[in-house]
């Protein structure tokens, strides 16, 4: 089996670290122009970088018109989410593209302080409803109130405060960052004619994976 890895600016970086599999070749490349070159595929696997591109249908697109026939490809997109959490998250991101580095740093670091402060408190709050802002009933600490339905602010104890920092620093910095909902990915499979085999919506992020039903030829992994 081959396996073929694209990415547009890490791929030197994916080649160092994967030298010692000599089954594994990973190239530079653009989602958005054409990858005819690369050849047909068996499973084409795109976690986590379609929302990070400036057409995710596009990128999709190209992806799909690589797969062989009876090929699978799975994907993972993020979710829309509540819109007061919407608005603030590219509230947050907008104002870091204007920063410069360590400016940036800052506010991540403030966002990573809140987190931290706010996961340990251990109280809940019974909370009604709010259809309107996407917010659901439920019993709810007040970091997950927080971070589920007004903005991102990620903390986890079994994590050092780098990575928490790291992760939060992941989300807000990428100046592209779409989200999506279930319907708007299935209609990237249908207008694909790929047939949808597997789909699963959490709070965060959307997974679906589709096989490519028509034709013969057999290809790799990518």
């Known amino acids: ?54 057409n995710p249908k596009l990128a999709f697109e190209r992806l799909a018109n690589q797969l062989a026939s009876n090929g699978e490809i799975a994907i993972y997109v993020y979710k829309e989410k509540a819109p007061l959490r919407e608005y603030a998250d590219d509230f947050i991101r907008n104002q870091i593209a204007e920063m410069s580095f360590d400016e940036a740093g800052t506010a991540i670091s403030q966002i990573t302080n809140f987190a931290k402060v706010l996961s340990g408190q251990t109280s809940s709050i019974e909370v009604p409803g709010i259809d309107c802002l996407g917010i659901e009933s439920g019993n709810w600490s007040p970091h997950r109130l927080i971070y589920n339905f007004m903005f991102k602010n990620f903390w986890n104890d079994e994590l050092t405060w780098n990575e928490n920092y790291a992760i939060n620093y992941d989300w807000y910095h990428p100046s ?31 997974t679906v994976r589709g096989i490519k039903f028509h034709g013969d030829k057999k290809g790799d992994v990518l």
């Open 176 to 206: 592209l960052c779409s989200r999506h909902t279930l319907d708007e990915v299935r209609g990237w499979f249908v207008s694909n004619s790929l047939k949808i085999i597997h789909e699963t919506v959490d709070p965060y992020g959307i």
């Open 1 to 54: 089996m081959q396996i073929v890895g694209i990415d547009l600016i890490g791929a030197p970086v994916a080649s160092h670290n994967l030298a010692s599999y000599k089954n594994v070749t990973i190239f530079p490349a653009d989602l958005l122009n054409n990858l005819e070159g690369f050849g047909k595929f068996d499973l084409i696997y795109c976690q986590e970088v379609l929302h990070h591109t400036e």
